[in-house]
Structure formats: C-alpha cells, structure tokens
C-alpha cells in the first residue's frame, strides 16, 4: 500500500510559477507509476500527467505540453510538478496517485492523496 501527501499548492498570478510535490510512503514506491490529475469545482478529476515507474516515460494531457514538466526521485520517494506560464483555467485541486501501469484514466489508478489547492489569479 502506498501513502501519498501532496504539498506546494497556493495562489499565484496569471504567467506565474508552483511546485508540487507528493511524498510517498510505503514499500516499492519505485514500482508505480504516478499521475497528477486535477479537479475543477463542478468539473470532472481530469489527467494532467504521468510518469512511468524508472521516470524514462512521461505523458502531458495537451492543456498543460511545453509548461508544466512532472519528475520523480525514486531514492527520496517523491513526484514533482513544476508549473510554469499558469493560467486561471488551471485553478483546480492537484491530486497526486499512484497505479501499476502508466495510463491517462483516472480508473487506472489504485492510490490517492488529499490534493492539494492551486488557485491562478487573472
């Protein structure tokens, strides 16, 4: 079983910069693929990118290509998410997860944390 807590959400002005970061507790963290999908208020949680198991594959839903950039260190059990150019249409709750394969799909993944607010001022 894996534990996720994200972290380095907050408010920030249009063309702005966040981090986010998800600590992962638990066994073989290094075997699981991790995602970042966000959820807008009265919106459905949607992909925003995933990285394979080694970090050597990374997936970008298209809204976020060329500015956001998502890593992992799997000596220190952490996933990142640098944001950068933020819009206000990137507002949304950022959670962090965890699943066995690398996928898009929300149903591919097993573990979740609590999210974490970003809030883009116009």
């Known amino acids: 079983q894996v534990q996720l807590v994200e972290s380095g959400g907050g408010l920030v002005q249009a063309g702005g910069s966040l981090r986010l970061s998800c600590a992962a507790s638990g066994r073989a963290f290094s075997r699981y693929a991790m995602g970042w999908f966000r959820q807008a208020p009265g919106k459905e949680r949607e992909f925003v990118a995933a990285i394979s198991e080694s970090g050597g594959r990374i997936l970008y839903a298209d809204s976020v290509k060329g500015r956001f950039t998502m890593s992992r260190d799997n000596a220190k059990n952490m996933v990142y998410l640098q944001m950068n150019s933020l819009k206000p249409d990137d507002t949304a709750v950022y959670y962090c997860?965890?699943?066995?394969?690398?996928?898009?799909?929300?149903?591919?993944?097993?573990?979740w944390g609590q999210g974490t607010q970003v809030t883009v001022s116009s």
């Open positions: 997860a965890a699943g066995r394969i690398l996928h898009v799909s929300v149903r591919s993944y097993d573990y």
